[in-house]
C-alpha cells in the first residue's frame, strides 16, 4: 500500500533544468520526512537533498545552489528542482519518504549532454 512515484526524469542539455516529482501514497506524508538520492552505474546511491516535516531542507555539497526540496501536504508530492544542470548530474534519482521506516520509489532517469 505504501508507494512512491518518481516522474520527470528526461534528457536535457548542460545548463539547462528539470523538475522531478515524487507522489506518496499509504503513507501519513505530512508528517514524514523526504528525501532525493541518486545513483550512477557502478556506484553507490549518493544523498541529494532532505527535506523535514516542517520544511528544514539540507543539499549535498555538489548540488547546493543549483538544487531545491520541496514539499507540497496538500497533493502529497515532494520534488526536486534541478537548475544549471552538468553532465556529471547524470544519473538514477530516487525518491524516499520516511516514517517508522524508509519507503523508496522505483526512481527516474536524468541524463545530461554536454
Known amino acids: 500500500q505504501e508507494q512512491l512515484v518518481e516522474s520527470g526524469g528526461g534528457v536535457v542539455q548542460a545548463g539547462g533544468s528539470l523538475r522531478l516529482s515524487c507522489a506518496v501514497s499509504?503513507?501519513?506524508?505530512?508528517?514524514?520526512?523526504a528525501a532525493w538520492y541518486r545513483q550512477i552505474p557502478g556506484k553507490q546511491r549518493e544523498l541529494v537533498a532532505t527535506?523535514?516535516?516542517?520544511?528544514?531542507?539540507n543539499y549535498a555539497d555538489s548540488v547546493k545552489g543549483r538544487f531545491t526540496i520541496s514539499r507540497d501536504g496538500a497533493k502529497n508530492t515532494v520534488y526536486l528542482q534541478m537548475n544549471s544542470l552538468k553532465p556529471e548530474d547524470t544519473a538514477t534519482y530516487y525518491c524516499s519518504a520516511t516514517l517508522f521506516k524508509v519507503y523508496w520509489g522505483k526512481g527516474t532517469l536524468v541524463t545530461v549532454s554536454s
Open positions: 527535506i523535514s516535516p516542517s520544511g528544514i531542507t
Open positions: 499509504g503513507i501519513t506524508f505530512t508528517i514524514s520526512a
